[in-house]
């Protein structure tokens, strides 16, 4: 079975919007920085919630922000 990932453009954003830190995009969703942190590196995929409001921060639609990358099974 291949791995599936994700990947996110959350470094690229945050440059291009001023170069926002990761702890001002932190207060900005209502989590940690290490947990913007963690997500950036793609050590942990955030849950629906956040990653939505990482795209409405940015005001970007989902899919402009995180990638999902992985085999598809037949059902």
């Known amino acids: 079975m291949a791995e599936c990932t994700i990947t996110n453009q959350i470094r690229t954003l945050r440059f291009m919007a001023g170069e926002m830190t990761q702890k001002e995009l932190a207060e900005r969703v ?8 963690a997500i950036e590196a793609a050590k942990y995929s955030p849950s629906l919630e ?14 402009a922000v995180f990638q999902y990358s992985g085999s598809r099974t037949e059902l």
């Open 30 to 37: 209502g989590v940690t920085r290490q947990t913007i942190m």
């Open 50 to 63: 956040v990653a939505f409001k990482i795209a409405q921060v940015f005001g970007k639609p989902l899919e």
